[in-house]
């Protein structure tokens, strides 16, 4: 467990039991979006949202990380690893971690649980 000045937290990977808070806190965050830019976004089913979630399952490639505070999925870190690709427009020659998700409900922002780079470090699954 990793203890902060502000709360206790634990960072680990995913479970099967994590998705439907998974799926209420992109709900959320996706519904702020579509409530502030309704030009561009509208909020989408619940139902697609935990099919899409549920198919992120991990790989040596595919990354899924959730904060938990008080034995509750506060946030959420989706993120996939790319090869290296040296023809390519930025012509990589490592590996590059591409974030998709950094999700944090309101209630529990600013509470440092994305305050230690090593809470989602990709290249470590051991629970901090």
């Not at 999925?73 to 930025?90: H, Y």
């Amino acid at each position: 467990m990793t203890s902060t000045n502000r709360t206790e937290m634990i960072i680990r990977d995913r479970q099967d039991e994590d998705l439907d808070s998974i799926v209420t806190l992109a709900l959320e965050s996706l519904t702020w979006h579509a409530d502030t830019f309704p030009h561009v976004r509208r909020p989408p089913a619940r139902d697609g949202l935990a099919s899409d979630f549920q198919a992120l399952t991990p790989e040596p490639d595919t990354y899924f990380r959730v904060a938990v505070l008080d034995t509750t999925v506060t946030g959420f870190l989706t993120a996939t690893i790319q090869p290296p690709n040296p023809n390519g427009i930025e012509a990589l020659d490592e590996p590059t971690l591409y974030i998709a998700d950094v999700i944090v409900t309101q209630a529990a922002r600013r509470r440092g649980i994305c305050q230690r780079r090593s809470n989602f470090d990709p290249f470590s699954s051991v629970e901090n």
